[in-house]
């Protein structure tokens, strides 16, 4: 009797809390992967990192040796960000002088693209100088938890146009460190390695987390990995944060991501202080141990990337903004540009200024979930959207005597330009078993620099496509079932539809679209959630069945 009534009890706490667990289930699979994270990984406290030391003497002088080359990546900022394209926040107090001072001394693109919408395409196509839907990777890695609770976090009865979850395809959704670019791809890092470089990341990857996928295996030497999104930890002293209750990304980062980084895949351990500014310490500690051989660094920043959180230092410094959100983003720009600047000086102090390229972009343009509407002005659209917004970028760069100080160059150009233009500059060649999509910027340049041939720029998300050439921009949307028709050359802030006025152009731009994309592999991992983006609206505003609109596919 006992024994039944202990195993009716037992079956009856199992029930309750069975239905206690399916009844809280978004909550638990919204803080899942957190708590995953801490089991999984538990954080060291912080501790130097091991830079490695390069040659105590150099074997050549610092002229006659290839260019150091740096890429400084933001993530999510803004054209308008920057002073040099608009003035950002130059009249609150925050210019970028340290951004502006790369094109000062070197090249301001004033059509400066990124390969994607989107970052982890967009860094894909960095690295290879390729359009990644050439090997697969045309989605954005999207973490399993975040997956099985897509439908309710993005349901909202009063929107116009609901968000669209393949539930099956979510279930199956593999690991998100399995998601990336494969090994098999030539970065830029490894083509400078056959060069005799010593190759450096710094910060984010999102290009997968196998030991296969990550920069370790990718070329690089050395990687300082961003392995979770918290510029300091939430109820730090020195940090001050601002969370956007309207957005379900937001609501899914702030109770899962967490404070840690790891030194060539080792153990997860804390950084020391507030994440730009840890990573930019590092990178001076790793321009000055490399100072005697050239190097390659990658710094890739998670500023300006939600969580907004920004220093208490840079918020309190910026009292004259009154709203607390464009305080904190306007804090997270200020603490980017002091990172540019003091690589900068180091580069001065070493005596490595006059033979180190540096190139300053964005993976991507603002979005519209932070509530901001003037991060992209004057352009129309938001990152995951295709419009100039989503894809035209701060893209600056320097390189002393070979390229004149204030150049402004007109051409559209791509970070899949990047690769090939770094490359030459190493004295290096390019793979010839697989197409380059990026051109040499180079020799377009110089001080008798000939005109950049007209070549299409390319943008693909599902069957969410975009074609640039000549001036005019097709954007073909499948959700809805619309074309977008624009002359960048009188309407560059696309308010103007000319799809329906200009069929003879209509049907050359499809044209050139089809015959891009009809060879083009399958993506490595399906798309589970198609999500609407209002084109002119930020996330926080009443979205209205006339407000135009287009599709994403994570």
């Known amino acids: 009797m006992k024994i039944r009534t202990a195993l009716i009890t037992t079956a009856v706490v199992v029930a309750g809390l069975t239905a206690l667990a399916y009844a809280n289930r978004i909550y638990l699979l919204q803080y899942s992967l957190g708590w995953y994270t801490d089991i999984?990984?538990?954080?060291?406290?912080?501790?130097?990192v091991p830079w490695a030391t390069g040659p105590a003497t150099a074997d050549k002088p610092v002229a006659q040796r290839p260019p150091n080359i740096i890429v400084i990546l933001a993530d999510d900022m803004g054209f308008n960000d920057v002073t040099?394209?608009?003035?950002?926040?130059?009249?609150?107090?925050?210019?970028?002088?340290?951004?502006?001072?790369?094109?000062?001394?070197?090249?301001?693109?004033?059509?400066g693209y990124a390969g994607a919408a989107v970052c982890t395409v967009s860094r894909a196509a960095l690295m290879t100088g390729r359009y990644?839907?050439?090997f697969g990777v045309e989605f954005t890695p999207t973490p399993g938890a975040m997956a099985r609770v897509?439908?309710?976090l993005y349901f909202n009865p009063n929107s116009p146009h609901q968000v669209i979850v393949d539930d099956q395809k979510a279930r199956a959704a593999k690991n998100f460190n399995d998601l990336g670019m494969p090994a098999s791809e030539q970065t830029v890092a490894e083509l400078l390695k056959a060069r005799g470089y010593h190759n450096i990341h710094i910060g984010k990857w999102h290009l997968g987390s196998t030991p296969e996928m990550r920069p370790n295996n990718q070329g690089f030497d050395e990687s300082l990995f961003m392995e979770s999104g918290l510029y300091l930890p939430e109820k730090d002293a020195n940090v001050v944060n601002a969370?956007?209750?309207?957005?379900?990304?937001?609501?899914?980062l702030w109770p899962n991501m967490r404070f840690g980084v790891s030194y060539n895949g080792g153990k997860w351990f804390e950084p020391s202080k507030y994440l730009t500014d840890y990573f930019t310490d590092e990178a001076v500690t790793a321009i000055k141990r490399n100072r005697n051989q050239p190097f390659?660094?990658?710094?890739?920043?998670?500023?300006?990337?939600?969580?907004?959180?920004a220093s208490k230092a840079d918020y309190d410094a910026l009292a004259n903004i009154p709203d607390h959100r464009r305080r904190v983003y306007a804090a997270m720009v200020k603490s980017v540009d002091r990172s540019v600047g003091r690589v900068l000086q180091t580069l001065r102090d070493e005596g490595l200024d006059d033979n180190t390229i540096v190139i300053f972009t964005s993976d991507n343009g603002a979005p519209g979930y932070i509530g901001i509407p003037d991060v992209n002005k004057p352009y129309r659209g938001w990152k995951l959207t295709q419009f100039e917004g989503g894809v035209r970028v701060p893209y600056v760069a320097k390189w002393p005597g070979h390229i004149p100080a204030g150049t402004r160059y007109q051409q559209p150009v791509s970070n899949i330009d990047i690769l090939p233009t770094v490359v030459a500059a190493a004295g290096g060649s390019l793979p010839t078993d697989r197409v380059i999509d990026g051109v040499n910027l180079l020799p377009f340049l110089g001080r008798n620099a000939a005109p950049q041939p007209q070549?299409?720029?390319?943008?693909?998300?599902?069957?969410?496509?975009?074609?640039?050439?000549?001036?005019?921009?097709?954007?073909v949307s499948e959700k809805p079932k619309k074309d977008w028709l624009f002359d960048l050359s009188k309407d560059p802030t696309e308010k103007t539809n000319l799809a329906a006025t200009q069929p003879q152009k209509l049907a050359e731009l499809k044209a050139e679209l089809q015959a891009h994309h009809a060879k083009m592999p399958p993506p490595l991992w399906p798309s589970f959630i198609e999500m609407p983006i209002a084109i002119d609206k930020t996330l926080d505003q009443k979205q209205t069945p006339e407000d135009e609109y287009t599709y994403w596919y994570n």
């Open 455 to 475: 070549r299409p720029l390319f943008w693909r998300d599902g069957p969410y496509r975009t074609v640039q050439d000549k001036g005019w921009k097709l954007i």
């Open 243 to 252: 969370k956007q209750d309207f957005d379900p990304i937001d609501k899914f």
């Open 84 to 111: 040099t394209y608009g003035g950002g926040y130059a009249q609150q107090g925050v210019p970028t002088p340290n951004i502006d001072s790369i094109a000062r001394d070197g090249v301001r693109f004033d059509q």
């Open 296 to 309: 390659f660094m990658y710094l890739a920043h998670w500023g300006v990337h939600t969580p907004l959180q």
């Open 132 to 134: 990644p839907w050439r």
């Open 40 to 48: 999984m990984h538990p954080r060291d406290a912080n501790h130097p």
């Open 150 to 152: 897509a439908g309710e």
